[in-house]
């Protein structure tokens, strides 16, 4: 399979070509890294927002939009579906590098407009996408034996700041590739583009929690999943709440898989004991400290399990009362 940083680089070219109609901005660093403002100060959109998920995912998932009603209530719906989950979802889509970098952190890509120095300040951010192959010391590259070689490196990064010149100065130096030679797509939660790729990761939160139980994630042969996209918030918290409630009590997955296995049940949000509490709440019980929060919730709402040759089983329930409480319609 060509590589999947190749692959992104081809999608990113396709951003910096339709930055306008796209709403979102451009622009490089010092360093030459190229930062893409994807909804931090650029607005975005729906079409921003899939064409991030098609990053993130390099371009080996089939993503789209769709409407439809929750309580009554039409509402966007992001679908992804793919025939490569374990490369497109685990080595690619999962948000699995933690970026806390000290050095430059300002608000936008210019320097303060008091004149003052903001050295030393700490940026913190979380990186999906497949520059992750390039590093590939995760669990799941090591069991799958892959990983990527490329010239280019293409980390998105979920952030209400724009990346700095130490954040791709680290990103080049773990992927071992030139500065000028990284892109960093970037978006905060609270965005239209954020809420959009947030709803897009039912499937790869399955296929995730499989790999956790012990399922050998190459029996996963292909997976199609979707999510309603929530409400754009006032703040990243907020955000970050309504986009996790829009998976765990909206998303619908579909998985097809090789064999039969008795973890399979566990797959769906409505497996644990935290089924049913908004996320605010949840967040809230552990002060915001998401390592807190217990991982098996972090999943889709329903799934529905067919294996080759065998059984099909579904799974949980859509909780449609809590996400219109959630996103502010009742």
Not at 182 to 189: A, M, R
Not at 272 to 288: H, L, M, N, R
Request: negative net charge; contains cysteine.
């Amino acid at each position: 399979m060509e590589s999947l940083n190749r692959m992104a680089t081809e999608l990113i070219d396709e951003a910096l070509e339709f930055t306008d109609e796209l709403a979102i901005d451009a622009y490089e660093l010092e360093n030459g890294a190229t930062v893409l403002d994807f909804g931090v100060d650029a607005i975005g959109g729906l079409e921003a927002g899939l064409l991030l998920t098609e990053i993130q995912t390099a371009g080996l998932a089939t993503v789209a939009s769709s409407l439809d009603e929750i309580g009554g209530a039409p509402r966007p719906f992001v679908e992804l579906s793919t025939d490569h989950p374990a490369r497109a979802l685990l080595c690619s889509q999962k948000a699995g590098w933690e970026l806390s970098i000290e050095g430059e952190s300002t608000s936008d890509n210019e320097a303060a407009d008091d004149g003052s120095s903001s050295e030393n300040a700490m940026y913190e951010g979380l990186g999906s996408g497949p520059a992750r192959a390039l590093v590939a010391t995760e669990e799941e590259f090591r069991q799958l034996g892959y990983a990527d070689a490329f010239d280019f490196a293409v980390l998105t990064v979920e952030s209400d700041e724009h990346p700095t010149e130490s954040v791709a100065a680290h990103v080049a130096d773990m992927c071992d590739v030139q500065p000028g030679s990284v892109f960093l797509p970037v978006f905060s939660t609270a965005s239209i583009p954020g809420s959009v790729t947030m709803a897009a990761r039912a499937a790869e939160l399955v296929v995730f929690r499989a790999f956790e139980l012990g399922y050998d994630p190459l029996e996963l042969l292909s997976v199609s999943a979707r999510a309603p996209v929530a409400p754009v918030a006032s703040d990243e918290a907020t955000a970050i709440a309504r986009t996790n409630d829009a998976l765990a009590y909206g998303g619908q997955v579909h998985l097809t898989v090789e064999s039969d296995a008795e973890l399979l049940s566990e797959l769906s949000s409505s497996a644990t004991d935290e089924y049913g509490t908004p996320f605010a709440d949840i967040f809230e019980s552990v002060d915001w400290d998401l390592y807190e929060v217990p991982e098996a919730i972090f999943a889709p709402a329903q799934v529905t399990v067919d294996v080759v040759g065998g059984p099909t089983k579904a799974y949980g329930q859509v909780n449609e009362e809590l996400l219109l409480n959630s996103f502010g319609l009742r």
